[in-house]
């Protein structure tokens, strides 16, 4: 038996389908894919004896400098949420708590993966190129866990690798914009008392895309290699069973001859949401997630009602 916290350093990506089509043959499979929400808890990171090779040099903080600036970073801005009512860093702290909450629950999610991950499997660049495979002890498998009453093997694997090919090339050009973006924030710096703010934000946006879009390519070079096996989750059934929300009456617009959608068009009838707010404990709990992750749901799920309205 395997305990929660170790269950937490394991290597998996769950995949947690949020909506499907009810009709998925209706439409073409494009226009299928932008209504079938998934979210995925990403538990993909450098192994501990690689972290710890990381930090043996004296001069190096534990786990190397980016650790040490995302720790570091992290602290500060809970001191900020910590800060007196009226304080002007309490203030930043919700608007920017309000920023999170607009960020596509994509780009959040791939904060899962290890900056560091990449080059250390195989000695992989962000393409796996250069690789020595001659070590089956030193091959990374990653288990993509999905619920086998939703999803089939090929299905969360096709449509990770979708997700993928998606948000790599957005991520890039949001990496680019915001640091181009950024010398530009400058003359905010003749402000007194105050930080810089549009400086810190566009530099924050920059990394955040920067850390998405390497996810998205080392995720890639692991599909590429075969280093993520699909493999079904009875626990996870059972949890969609359980709490799965009431069906709501069907009306597809492919079956309406005086609707003027054509059958690559669907509408908010067409939609299923499958993931609810009330199934959130039971996965934190079943798969022994940080608390953090409940918030990444719940921001997923809303987020997803959301896109499923105004598909209509």
């Known amino acids: 038996m395997v305990s929660p916290k170790n269950l937490r350093s394991v290597q998996r990506i769950i995949s947690f389908p949020i909506t499907r089509l009810r009709n998925p043959s209706s439409v073409l499979h494009d226009s299928g894919h932008k209504n079938a929400l998934t979210f995925y808890q ?29 720790s570091k970073a992290s602290s ?9 009512e009226g304080n002007w860093k309490l203030k930043v702290f919700r608007m920017g708590e309000r920023l999170v909450d607009r960020l596509d629950y994509e780009e959040l999610a791939l904060k899962g993966v290890d900056p560091a991950m990449g080059p250390t499997i195989f000695h992989l660049d962000a393409r796996g190129k250069g690789t020595d495979e001659t070590d089956e002890k030193q091959k990374v498998m990653i288990r993509l ?19 993928i090919r998606t948000r790599e090339p957005r991520h890039k050009k949001g990496f680019l914009t915001w640091m181009i973006i950024a010398p530009f924030t400058a003359p905010f710096m003749i402000i007194p008392i105050i930080p810089n703010l549009p400086f810190f934000f566009c530099v924050w946006r920059s990394w955040s895309h920067y850390r998405a879009y390497r996810a998205s390519q080392y995720l890639a070079a692991l599909i590429e290699h075969g280093h993520v ?16 929300p009431k069906p709501a009456p069907f009306t597809s617009s492919s079956q309406n001859p005086t609707s003027s959608h054509n059958s690559s068009q669907s509408t908010i009838e067409d939609v299923e949401m499958l993931l609810t707010r009330e199934a959130v ?21 809303e987020q997803a009602q959301v896109r499923t309205k105004s598909s209509k």
């Open 42 to 70: 990403f538990q993909v990171h450098l192994p501990k004896s690689k972290l710890e090779d990381a930090s043996q040099s004296s001069w190096k903080p534990k786990g190397g400098w980016i650790y040490w600036a995302q």
């Open 281 to 301: 404990p039971a996965i934190i709990s079943t798969f022994s997630l940080e608390e953090s992750a409940a918030s990444d749901m719940y921001r997923a799920i």
């Open 76 to 84: 500060t801005w809970a001191g900020f949420g910590q800060a007196p």
């Open 229 to 244: 096996t699909s493999a079904p989750s009875p626990g996870l059934d059972a949890i969609y069973e359980k709490y799965a």
């Open 145 to 163: 866990l999905y619920p086998p009453s939703i999803q089939s093997a090929e299905s969360s694997l096709a449509q990770l690798r979708q997700l």
